[in-house]
C-alpha cells in the first residue's frame, strides 16, 4: 500500500482536526515527553466529562485496557470469561493472556450483539458443569448499543460483573446514557482506524475509586509505596505517553462532530443504496439508542442477488475503493477452535453476507457518491 495515496478511499482512516498540533507543541516545548504529565490528565478529564465516569485512566491501547479491566475483576488461570463471538480477536485476547477460557456466545438479529436469551443459556450450562462465569465481556460492534437493559438483568441476576468494550462505540448512547458507562469497568480504543485516535492509544474508565488506584497501579509496574523501586506484584507498562495524549485532546473536542459525520454518511448510503434488490444497510437503532456509526456495513441476501459480498468487495478494490468483510466470528477461528459456543448461526450469516464500506469522517459527498455509484455497477 502506498502511503500517499490519495485517490484511494480507506475504510476509516484518522481524522485530524487543527489543535492536535497546538497540544502536541506545547508537550514538546514544555519538555513533557517523559510518561505522564498534563496532556494525560487534561485527556482523562475529557473522557469523564464526555462519559460522566468518575475515573479514567489512559493507556497503551484498547487491548491493554481489557487486559487490565479482566485482572481487576479478579479473572485469573482456570476462570471461564463470557464473550460475544461476533467482535474482534481484542475482545478476547486478554482472557487468553490471564489463563482463563473464553465461552463464545451468539448474536442476537437487532442490534449484532449479545443475544440475551443465549447468554442466558451459556450461564445456566456453564453452571450445571460446576463454572460460575467470572465476568462479562459487552460489545457494542460498529458502534451500535447492546440490549444493555436485558444483558445487565441477566448479569446481576448471576452475580458477574460486566466489562463494557467500547472500542467502536465512543459517542454512542443507550437510554440517553453515553457508552462507556455501564461496566463496572469500560474500555475504549484510540487505535488509527477507530471514530478518534491517538494514532494508537486505549483508556480504561469506572465509577468504582478502589479499581481505579489499582488500574493507575498496575499499569505502571505495580510499584509499591517506598523510595527504592520494590514491587509485590506484576505490573504492566501500560500507560499512554503524555505526547499522544496530546493528540487524544485535540481530537475529544471533536467528538460530537465526528458522531454527527459518521451518521450523516450511514444516512447517505441508507438513502443511496435503498431499493437495490437483495441489499440491506445494518438496522436502525433501537429506540432510545444512538450509534455513533462508527462504520456503515450492508447485508447481501443470496436469496435475492447472486452477487456475493466478495464479489462486491473485488468489484470497489477495482475502483480503488476499501471494504471488509464483518468480523469473523472468533468460534470460527483456528485460534478458538476448541472454545465453547453458545448457538453461532446468527453471527455466521452476518460475516457470510456482510460488507464494511468506507466510513470516514473526511468523506466528501463526492466521494460517497464513488462508493454508492460503484455498487450499483454490480448490483
Ligand atoms: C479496536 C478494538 C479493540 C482493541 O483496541 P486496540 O486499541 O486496537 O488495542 C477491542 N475491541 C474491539 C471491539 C475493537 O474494535
Same mark, same amino acid.
Given at each position: 500500500?502506498?502511503?500517499?495515496?490519495?485517490?484511494?478511499?480507506?475504510?476509516?482512516?484518522?481524522?485530524?482536526?487543527?489543535?492536535?498540533? +497546538?497540544?502536541?507543541?506545547?508537550?514538546?516545548?514544555?519538555?513533557?515527553?517523559?510518561?505522564?504529565?498534563? +496532556?494525560?490528565?487534561?485527556?482523562?478529564?475529557? %473522557?469523564?466529562?464526555?462519559?460522566? #465516569?468518575?475515573?479514567?485512566? #489512559?493507556?497503551?491501547?484498547?487491548?491493554?485496557?481489557?487486559?487490565?479491566?479482566?485482572?481487576?475483576?479478579?479473572?485469573?488461570?482456570?476462570?471461564?470469561?463470557?464473550?460475544?463471538?461476533f467482535?474482534?480477536?481484542?475482545?478476547?485476547?486478554?482472557?487468553?493472556?490471564?489463563?482463563?477460557?473464553?465461552?463464545?456466545?451468539?448474536s442476537e438479529a437487532d442490534t449484532w450483539n449479545?443475544c440475551?436469551?443465549?447468554?442466558?443459556?451459556?450461564?445456566?450450562?456453564?453452571?450445571?458443569?460446576?463454572?460460575?462465569?467470572?465476568?462479562?465481556?459487552?460489545?457494542h460492534l460498529y458502534g451500535m448499543p447492546a440490549k444493555?437493559?436485558? %444483558?445487565?438483568?441477566?448479569?446481576?441476576?448471576?452475580?458477574?460483573?460486566?466489562?463494557?468494550?467500547?472500542?467502536? #462505540?465512543?459517542?454512542s448512547?443507550?437510554?440517553?446514557?453515553?457508552?462507556?458507562?455501564?461496566?463496572?469497568?469500560?474500555?475504549?480504543?484510540?487505535?488509527?482506524?477507530?471514530? $478518534?485516535?491517538?494514532?494508537?492509544?486505549?483508556?480504561?474508565?469506572?465509577?468504582?475509586?478502589?479499581?481505579?488506584?489499582?488500574?493507575?497501579?498496575?499499569?505502571?509496574?505495580?510499584?509499591?509505596?517506598?523510595?527504592?523501586?520494590?514491587?509485590?506484584?506484576?505490573?504492566?507498562?501500560?500507560?499512554?505517553?503524555?505526547?499522544?495524549?496530546?493528540?487524544?485532546?485535540?481530537?475529544?473536542?471533536?467528538?460530537?462532530?465526528?458522531?454527527?459525520?459518521?451518521r450523516? %454518511?450511514y444516512a447517505?448510503y441508507r438513502?443511496?443504496l435503498a431499493?437495490?434488490?437483495?441489499l440491506q444497510l445494518a438496522p436502525t437503532e433501537p429506540t432510545g439508542s444512538r450509534s455513533?456509526r462508527?462504520l456503515t456495513t450492508l447485508l447481501?441476501d443470496?436469496?435475492?442477488?447472486?452477487?456475493?459480498?466478495?464479489?462486491?468487495?473485488?468489484?470497489?478494490?477495482?475502483?480503488? %475503493?476499501?471494504?471488509?468483510?464483518l468480523?469473523?466470528?472468533?468460534?470460527?477461528?483456528? $485460534?478458538?477452535?476448541?472454545?465453547?459456543?453458545?448457538?453461532?448461526?446468527l453471527c455466521?450469516d452476518l460475516?457470510?453476507r456482510g460488507?464494511?464500506?468506507?466510513?470516514?469522517? #473526511?468523506?466528501?459527498?463526492?466521494?460517497?457518491?464513488?462508493?454508492?455509484?460503484?455498487?450499483?455497477?454490480?448490483?
Amino acid at each position: 500500500m502506498r502511503s500517499q495515496d490519495y485517490d484511494r478511499l480507506y475504510l476509516s482512516p484518522p481524522h485530524l482536526g487543527r489543535h492536535e498540533i +497546538n497540544y502536541l507543541h506545547k508537550a514538546l516545548e514544555d519538555n513533557w515527553v517523559a510518561p505522564t504529565g498534563p +496532556n494525560l490528565d487534561g485527556f482523562e478529564r475529557d %473522557i469523564c466529562e464526555f462519559t460522566g #465516569a468518575g475515573h479514567c485512566i #489512559a493507556l497503551t491501547s484498547g487491548t491493554a485496557a481489557i487486559h487490565l479491566g479482566l485482572i481487576l475483576l479478579g479473572v485469573g488461570p482456570g476462570d471461564v470469561v463470557l464473550c460475544p463471538s461476533f467482535t474482534f480477536v481484542a475482545t478476547a485476547n486478554p482472557i487468553t493472556y490471564l489463563g482463563a477460557t473464553p465461552v463464545f456466545v451468539d448474536s442476537e438479529a437487532d442490534t449484532w450483539n449479545l443475544c440475551p436469551e443465549r447468554l442466558r443459556e451459556a450461564i445456566e450450562d456453564q453452571l450445571r458443569q460446576g463454572r460460575q462465569p467470572k465476568a462479562l465481556l459487552v460489545v457494542h460492534l460498529y458502534g451500535m448499543p447492546a440490549k444493555l437493559r436485558e %444483558i445487565l438483568a441477566i448479569a446481576a441476576e448471576y452475580n458477574i460483573p460486566v466489562l463494557e468494550d467500547a472500542a467502536e #462505540a465512543l459517542g454512542s448512547r443507550y437510554a440517553g446514557q453515553p457508552l462507556g458507562s455501564f461496566g463496572a469497568v469500560s474500555v475504549f480504543s484510540f487505535n488509527g482506524n477507530k471514530i $478518534l485516535t491517538t494514532s494508537g492509544g486505549g483508556a480504561l474508565v469506572t465509577n468504582n475509586s478502589d479499581l481505579a488506584r489499582r488500574a493507575r497501579y498496575l499499569a505502571s509496574q505495580a510499584k509499591d509505596a517506598a523510595p527504592h523501586y520494590q514491587h509485590s506484584e506484576t505490573g504492566y507498562n501500560y500507560r499512554l505517553s503524555n505526547l499522544l495524549a496530546g493528540i487524544g485532546r485535540g481530537q475529544m473536542e471533536l467528538i460530537e462532530d465526528r458522531v454527527k459525520r459518521r451518521r450523516e %454518511i450511514y444516512a447517505w448510503y441508507r438513502e443511496h443504496l435503498a431499493g437495490i434488490p437483495g441489499l440491506q444497510l445494518a438496522p436502525t437503532e433501537p429506540t432510545g439508542s444512538r450509534s455513533n456509526r462508527w462504520l456503515t456495513t450492508l447485508l447481501l441476501d443470496p436469496a435475492e442477488t447472486t452477487v456475493t459480498p466478495e464479489q462486491l468487495r473485488l468489484h470497489l478494490e477495482t475502483r480503488n %475503493i476499501e471494504s471488509r468483510p464483518l468480523w469473523k466470528p472468533l468460534h470460527l477461528q483456528p $485460534l478458538f477452535a476448541t472454545a465453547p459456543m453458545y448457538g453461532g448461526n446468527l453471527c455466521a450469516d452476518l460475516f457470510a453476507r456482510g460488507l464494511c464500506l468506507p466510513s470516514g469522517t #473526511a468523506m466528501t459527498e463526492m466521494d460517497l457518491r464513488r462508493v454508492t455509484d460503484a455498487v450499483k455497477e454490480i448490483l
